[in-house]
């Protein structure tokens, strides 16, 4: 039974509602999940094309959730991304049918972006070949279902490394680019969506399409940053560089306000190659900055680093002994800290990857350590994005809402410097509107452990970190999925309805990741 895919006419219901939930101030629930319909007629017609389809309780299960842990769904069936022949008949067979496929590359979303509620999982994990690498022109084709950790092992082979990644790297190279991706060297070289030179991509309809800034501009465009929504990534081609190990510097804050404004002087003066903010609560501010080369290095010690108003470790160490011996009943957040060091510190200068203080694989030590210390059973992670002027605000605020809802939490801050040339590329995305030169973001981390927080709870301290966004006009890395309700707030409806309308023409039967934004 063949279904038509629009009605004459019909334009449909704004699937962008301001609240989900009923009576409960800016909290979006779960999506209803799809009831099914057509589902063997489909099962049919995609296995006669030659696709296989995971029906079994173990297969479907196993993407239940997504790294948030805080919601949960069931597809009715798997399909493992096999090339990109396969995604387009199956796309062109979801819509005749009208049955929604929600894409997963490293399930790493935590708002359950990529959980689906029914209809066709479709895992990207099967297309993680590399296809090409040009050291000349220092460039990669790859398949976008890779994670970054295999990718970078690949370049390695050749002396070569990525540009810019996202600092987990069992994230998907398809994902990032979808929703753009931040390094500690993103305020030198842009998110990692910003070396992408080209992509083939299929559309939602079913067609198989290569574009680039300059061949199918509006496509890329909107797939760069679009959140899954105008087609699913199938190949890229990135630009990488040569390898260099990198040496790493640490300087200690006790406020939050100065080593931000540090760490913008830093940035608009091109002193580091890497640069960003890790804190453990508001207690322990740590500005990171690292090396590619020994000139680059002595250059940021003889001149910028004498303009810091940053301690050393032991000078920061003897600043903490004496806060917390002035206020004894503290003593157990004095002793999470010496902690929570001791812990860390060590997994980030193992002798395996580091010699005489150089960092000699930063890929393998990044994706071991950011999940063993920052991974958890649930993982709540709002953040702000903001333009530089904004950010001090939004990070003082945001900290002060942590303290209020968590023991122990930690901040990562980072810049992005914006392309002129990529400016369509950040429209609806986590760029704010108002950013020029560079964007700051703020990840607002629980570290939940093994303690058990319900769902409402840490849905309310998500809405008032969003809060502060929507009060000071800023933008958001994950505002879709649960948070799908913020969307309205904080692009206002021309913008969104332009999008939609983007979208609708697409997507005719609204199917792919259809619960992510729209």
């Given at each position: 039974?063949h279904?038509?895919?629009?009605?004459p006419?019909?334009?449909?219901?704004?699937?962008?509602?301001p609240?989900?939930?009923q009576?409960?101030?800016?909290?979006?629930?779960?999506?209803?999940?799809?009831?099914?319909s057509?589902?063997?007629?489909?099962t049919?017609?995609v296995r006669?094309c030659g696709?296989?389809?995971?029906?079994?309780?173990?297969?479907?299960?196993?993407?239940?959730?997504?790294?948030?842990?805080?919601a949960?769904?069931?597809p009715?069936?798997?399909?493992?991304a096999?090339?990109?022949?396969?995604?387009?008949?199956?796309?062109?067979?979801?819509?005749?049918?009208r049955?929604?496929?929600?894409?997963?590359?490293?399930?790493?979303?935590?708002?359950?972006?990529?959980?689906?509620?029914?209809?066709?999982?479709?895992?990207?994990?099967?297309?993680?070949?590399?296809?090409?690498?040009?050291?000349?022109?220092?460039?990669?084709?790859?398949?976008?279902?890779?994670?970054?950790?295999?990718?970078?092992?690949?370049?390695?082979?050749?002396?070569?490394?990525?540009l810019?990644?996202?600092?987990?790297?069992?994230?998907?190279?398809?994902?990032?680019?979808?929703?753009?991706?931040?390094?500690?060297?993103?305020?030198?070289l842009g998110?990692?969506a910003?070396?992408?030179?080209?992509?083939?991509?299929?559309?939602?309809?079913?067609?198989?399409?290569?574009?680039?800034?300059?061949?199918?501009?509006e496509?890329?465009?909107?797939?760069?940053?679009?959140?899954?929504?105008?087609?699913?990534?199938?190949?890229?081609?990135?630009?990488?560089?040569?390898?260099?190990?990198?040496?790493?510097?640490?300087?200690?804050?006790?406020?939050?306000?100065?080593?931000?404004?540090?760490?913008?002087?830093?940035?608009?003066?091109?002193?580091?190659?890497?640069?960003?903010?890790?804190?453990?609560?508001?207690?322990?501010?740590?500005?990171?900055?690292?090396?590619?080369?020994?000139?680059?290095?002595?250059?940021?010690?003889?001149d910028?680093?004498?303009?810091?108003?940053?301690?050393?470790?032991?000078?920061?160490?003897?600043?903490?002994?004496?806060?917390?011996?002035?206020?004894?009943?503290?003593?157990?957040?004095?002793?999470?800290?010496?902690?929570?060091?001791?812990?860390l510190f060590?997994?980030?200068?193992?002798?395996?990857?580091?010699?005489?203080g150089?960092?000699?694989?930063?890929?393998?030590?990044?994706s071991?350590?950011v999940?063993?210390?920052?991974?958890?059973?649930?993982?709540?992670?709002?953040?702000?994005?903001t333009?530089?002027?904004?950010?001090?605000?939004?990070?003082?605020?945001?900290?002060?809402v942590?303290?209020?809802?968590?023991?122990?939490?930690?901040?990562?801050l980072?810049?992005i410097?914006?392309?002129?040339?990529?400016?369509?590329?950040?429209?609806?995305?986590?760029?704010?509107?108002?950013?020029?030169?560079?964007?700051?973001?703020?990840?607002?981390?629980?570290?939940?452990?093994?303690?058990?927080?319900?769902?409402?709870?840490?849905?309310s301290?998500?809405?008032?970190?969003?809060?502060i966004?929507?009060?000071?006009?800023?933008s958001?890395?994950?505002?879709?999925?649960?948070?799908?309700?913020?969307?309205?707030?904080?692009?206002?409806d021309?913008?969104?309805?332009r999008?939609?309308?983007?979208?609708?023409?697409?997507?005719p039967?609204?199917?792919?990741?259809?619960?992510?934004?729209?």
């Open positions: 039974m279904i038509p895919l629009v009605e006419g019909t334009v449909g219901p704004c699937p962008v509602a609240d989900a939930l009576g409960i101030k800016r909290q979006q629930t779960n999506p209803a999940r799809w009831r099914g057509n589902w063997n007629e489909f049919v017609a006669a696709i296989e389809v995971l029906e079994t309780t173990a297969a479907r299960a196993a993407f239940a959730t997504d790294a948030g842990g805080t949960y769904g069931l009715h069936g798997v399909v493992i096999r090339g990109a022949e396969q995604i387009a008949l199956l796309l062109q067979t979801a819509q005749e049918y049955v929604p496929v929600t894409v997963c590359g490293g399930g790493l979303t935590t708002e359950g972006e990529s959980v689906a509620f029914g209809g066709v999982l479709l895992d990207m994990s099967g297309m993680s070949r590399v296809l090409h690498i040009d050291a000349a022109a220092l460039t990669v084709r790859t398949e976008a279902g890779i994670f970054w950790h295999s990718l970078a092992e690949e370049l390695r082979r050749q002396d070569l490394d990525y810019s990644a996202p600092l987990n790297l069992t994230s998907s190279v398809g994902g990032t680019l979808g929703v753009g991706g931040i390094d500690v060297n993103s305020a030198r998110c990692s910003d070396q992408a030179l080209a992509l083939q991509v299929v559309t939602p309809t079913g067609e198989i399409v290569e574009c680039s800034d300059t061949h199918n501009a496509l890329f465009q909107r797939v760069i940053l679009g959140y899954g929504q105008f087609g699913v990534i199938t190949e890229a081609t990135l630009r990488v560089r040569r390898y260099t190990p990198l040496r790493m510097h640490y300087f200690y804050y006790a406020s939050l306000r100065t080593a931000i404004e540090d760490l913008q002087l830093l940035d608009r003066n091109d002193a580091s190659d890497y640069s960003g903010i890790l804190t453990i609560m508001d207690c322990a501010v740590n500005v990171l900055v690292a090396f590619d080369s020994t000139e680059r290095e002595t250059a940021f010690l003889a910028w680093r004498p303009r810091l108003r940053a301690y050393g470790e032991f000078g920061f160490a003897l600043r903490t002994l004496a806060h917390y011996v002035l206020r004894p009943w503290k003593l157990g957040e004095a002793w999470y800290l010496l902690k929570r060091k001791r812990e060590p997994e980030l200068q193992r002798s395996e990857y580091m010699r005489d150089t960092m000699l694989d930063r890929s393998v030590v990044f071991r350590a999940w063993k210390f920052w991974g958890s059973r649930q993982m709540v992670i709002p953040d702000l994005a333009s530089a002027p904004k950010f001090v605000e939004a990070v003082e605020r945001g900290n002060a942590c303290r209020r809802y968590f023991p122990h939490y930690t901040l990562y980072v810049g410097r914006l392309r002129p040339e990529h400016r369509a590329h950040y429209e609806m995305s986590c760029i704010p509107q108002d950013a020029e030169g560079w964007a700051y973001g703020c990840e607002f981390e629980p570290m939940l452990g093994d303690g058990v927080y319900s769902r409402d709870f840490l849905q301290f998500k809405n008032e970190i969003y809060d966004g929507v009060d000071i006009g800023a958001y890395y994950r505002f879709g999925g649960m948070m799908k309700g913020y969307i309205r707030r904080v692009f206002g021309a913008l969104v309805d999008h939609l309308a983007l979208k609708r023409a697409a997507d039967a609204m199917i792919l990741n259809r619960h992510v934004i729209f």
